[in-house]
T-cell receptor, first 113, second 112 residues
Framework: DSGVTQTPKHLITATGQRVTLRCSPR?????VYWYQQSLDQGLQFLIQ???????AKGNILERFSAQQFPDLHSELNLSSLELGDSALYFC????????????FGQGTRLTVV | QKEVEQDPGPLSVPEGAIVSLNCTYS??????FMWYRQYSRKGPELLMY??SSGNKEDGRFTAQVDKSSKYISLFIRDSQPSDSATYLC????????????WGLGTSLAVNP
């Protein structure tokens, strides 16, 4: 168990809808990273937050947004969902900035129908 | 061309075999090299972490980095069925945020 908790584990929703994925980092970790994993693209970095502030952005679509709350948990909001958004979404956390020492959650499997 | 290339396999070996997994990369600024293991339906877990060139050993696992060839390897000795998983390489430069760039992963099956 990595200590990173993601909910829900599975999500099935229709095109055009909006969903929120939640992540609780390991105790004491200030950095949270969001990743998308699909079969053809592999793991793609979406966004990083450090102690409540956005730190780095990757290949995140404008329809997607995230935030990190004062208790350090994070949420990833996906809106106007398309079939191509179906993927595994992972959250990872680390004590500081380097993504090289991050621990991953179990992921949320999103299916858009 | 992707920044990090990794043969997706699948790779199938008998129990006890030595397994060699590899990645090539194009960005000479990469300094940090990681290997992650991902079991089906689970998140990736960090196996090995190497800075710059050289070898690193941890139990049955050895990571090698050859920066001159832009090539990294992970060797698994005395492979076990429990090693059956997807192995992902990841790397980053030495900047402040060290965004990880990932390979697509190699699927490994170790047969008893």
């Amino acid at each position: 168990d990595s200590g990173v908790t993601q909910t829900p584990k599975h999500l099935i929703t229709a095109t055009g809808q909006r969903v929120t994925l939640r992540c609780s980092p390991r105790s004491g970790d200030l950095s949270v990273y969001w990743y998308q994993q699909s079969l053809d693209q592999g793991l793609q970095f979406l966004i990083q937050y450090y102690n409540g502030e956005e730190r780095a952005k990757g290949n995140i679509l404008e329809r997607f947004s995230a935030q990190q709350f004062p208790d350090l948990h994070s949420e990833l909001n996906l809106s106007s969902l398309e079939l191509g958004d179906s993927a595994l979404y992972f959250c990872a956390s680390s004590a500081g900035h380097p993504a090289t020492e991050a621990f991953f959650g179990q992921g949320t499997r999103l299916t858009v129908v | 061309q992707k920044e990090v290339e990794q043969d997706p396999g699948p790779l199938s070996v008998p129990e006890g075999a030595i397994v060699s997994l590899n990645c090539t990369y194009s960005n000479s600024a990469f300094q940090y090299f990681m290997w992650y293991r991902q079991y089906s339906r689970k998140g990736p877990e960090l196996l090995m972490y190497t800075y710059s060139s050289g070898n690193k050993e941890d139990g049955r696992f050895t990571a090698q980095v050859d920066k001159s060839s832009k090539y990294i390897s992970l060797f698994i000795r005395d492979s076990q069925p429990s090693d059956s998983a997807t192995y992902l390489c990841a790397m980053s430069d030495a900047g402040n945020n060290r965004k990880l760039i990932w390979g697509l992963g190699t699927s490994l099956a170790v047969n008893p």
